[in-house]
């Protein structure tokens, strides 16, 4: 009998259920279970029939016994699951390269609660912060070279028409002497936990009008309307006290977002360098643009973590005794991603984008100009070759790719084979 005719000569309910079982059963293995579970049922069925049972009766009895292919159907799934799980195929496998970088980046999310150094710099420190400034004297720290009293402060604000308030403040170690006006200059009020530039206050105190200190560690002011920032930045270009010393103003908020500016500049520049040297196939070009990017993401964002997390200092400026090592820190960590980017792309596939491996050492070492001694990987799905040349080291000869014929490909598994 043919296998349509078994098919169509048993119970509808029995064939549904080898139908649906089918679907777990793998490709190559599907047509011939399906095969043999229907003539299994066909023969049940029939030999029931032959000693007199009825059709209904018969039918139920083989659906209770379809039933037993799902159970078949998933023991050859999880059989051929074993036998195809290799553990040197998954590591070749870029997709869980990108997977491991993707965990890797949301570890580090998790361990600094979400970024969240982070995210309280592209937010607001001070509510309306984005018309905050710092005032700082360019020859040093306010209060220490060049000291500046509460007259000079507020000359500062005559000088300069945009300031609406200004409030200066001295700070030792942790505790915080201000002017009456202070956090009416901020827009806040005095609340527990109060940091000020990200440094820990433990103790506020006013300062008396009538008895200004001699000195203030630095002044804070706040413009007059949000729309005179484009002018006051021009302005603060010839900006000057009455002694004819110039006078440093910086925006609060953008001083806090000067770490997330420059390591976002430089993670695109390795980047664009990367795959300028990476250039080949758009396949292979997307795959180490997106292994690149996690990999440069993963280092800017633990660095910025950090840079962040650094108070600012008083003047507003820069501390090159923090920032130096900092930065260099983040091009070293840059150049050695990019680096191991680099090489790991270098061994893959450019079809597949799979790392090769099969290595076959060939040539030989007498014969340097004929026959040069090398070894050659090969990709395991049949797309070519990489001969890696034993004077690498000495040469600097690059990594050949060599691809071969579509012939090659009826030796390896048709099934992983693209």
């Known amino acids: 009998?043919?296998?349509?005719?078994?098919?169509?000569?048993?119970?509808?309910?029995?064939?549904?259920?080898?139908?649906?079982?089918?679907?777990?059963?793998?490709?190559?293995?599907?047509?011939?279970?399906?095969?043999?579970?229907?003539?299994?049922?066909?023969?049940?069925?029939?030999?029931?029939?032959?000693?007199?049972?009825?059709?209904?009766?018969?039918?139920?009895?083989?659906?209770?016994?379809?039933?037993?292919?799902?159970?078949?159907?998933?023991?050859?799934?999880l059989e051929q699951a074993r036998v195809g799980l290799d553990s040197r195929s998954v590591i070749r496998n870029p997709f869980v390269c990108v997977a491991v970088l993707i965990v890797a980046f949301l570890t580090l999310a998790g361990w600094t609660g979400g970024f969240r150094h982070c995210r309280t710099a592209l937010g607001s420190l001070y509510p309306d912060s984005g018309q905050l400034v710092l005032l700082s004297r360019p020859l040093g720290v306010l209060g220490l070279q060049t000291a500046a009293n509460s007259g000079q402060v507020w000359t500062w604000v005559e000088s300069s028409k945009w300031f609406g308030d200004v409030a200066g403040f001295v700070l030792h170690d942790d505790a915080l002497e201000v002017t009456p006006?202070?956090?009416?200059?901020?827009?806040?009020?005095?609340?527990?936990?109060?940091?000020?530039?990200?440094?820990?206050?433990?103790?506020?105190?006013?300062?008396?009008?009538?008895?200004?200190?001699a000195g203030f560690s630095g002044a804070i002011a706040r413009l007059k309307h949000p729309a005179d920032r484009p002018a006051a930045e021009k302005h603060w270009g010839g900006f000057s006290i009455y002694d004819g010393n110039r006078v440093s103003a910086t925006f609060l908020d953008e001083r806090d977002r000067w770490p997330l500016y420059f390591a976002a500049g430089v993670s695109l520049l390795f980047l664009a360098s990367g795959m300028l040297r990476a250039w080949r196939a758009p396949r292979f070009l997307a795959f180490f643009t997106v292994k690149t990017t996690l990999l440069l993401g993963l280092v800017a964002a633990a660095w910025t973590e950090v840079a962040t997390a650094i108070p600012i200092p008083i003047t507003g400026g820069v501390d090159l005794g923090t920032a130096v090592p900092l930065a260099g820190l983040l091009m070293l960590s840059q150049v050695f991603v990019l680096r191991w980017s680099l090489q790991d792309q270098a061994e893959r596939c450019p079809v597949c984008c799979r790392l090769v491996?099969?290595?076959?050492?060939?040539?030989?070492?007498?014969?340097?100009?004929?026959?040069?001694?090398?070894?050659?990987?090969?990709?395991?799905?049949?797309?070519?070759?990489?001969?890696?040349?034993?004077?690498?080291?000495?040469?600097?000869?690059?990594?050949?790719?060599?691809?071969?014929?579509r012939s090659w490909h009826e030796l390896f598994d048709p099934e992983r084979t693209a």
């Open 181 to 213: 006006n202070f956090f009416s200059v901020l827009h806040m009020d005095r609340s527990p936990g109060f940091r000020f530039l990200g440094h820990s206050v433990t103790a506020v105190k006013f300062l008396d009008p009538a008895r200004p200190p």
């Open 357 to 405: 491996s099969m290595p076959v050492s060939v040539g030989s070492r007498s014969s340097l100009i004929l026959d040069r001694p090398c070894v050659e990987f090969l990709c395991t799905r049949g797309h070519g070759t990489l001969r890696l040349s034993d004077l690498t080291a000495c040469t600097g000869e690059p990594l050949v790719w060599m691809p071969v014929d």
């Open 1 to 77: 009998m043919r296998p349509n005719q078994v098919s169509a000569t048993i119970p509808p309910l029995s064939r549904w259920c080898i139908q649906a079982a089918a679907c777990m059963v793998p490709g190559p293995f599907r047509g011939d279970w399906r095969r043999e579970w229907e003539w299994e049922i066909w023969h049940g069925y029939t030999t029931l029939i032959r000693t007199g049972a009825t059709s209904a009766r018969a039918s139920r009895r083989m659906a209770g016994f379809a039933l037993g292919a799902f159970v078949d159907a998933g023991d050859l799934r």
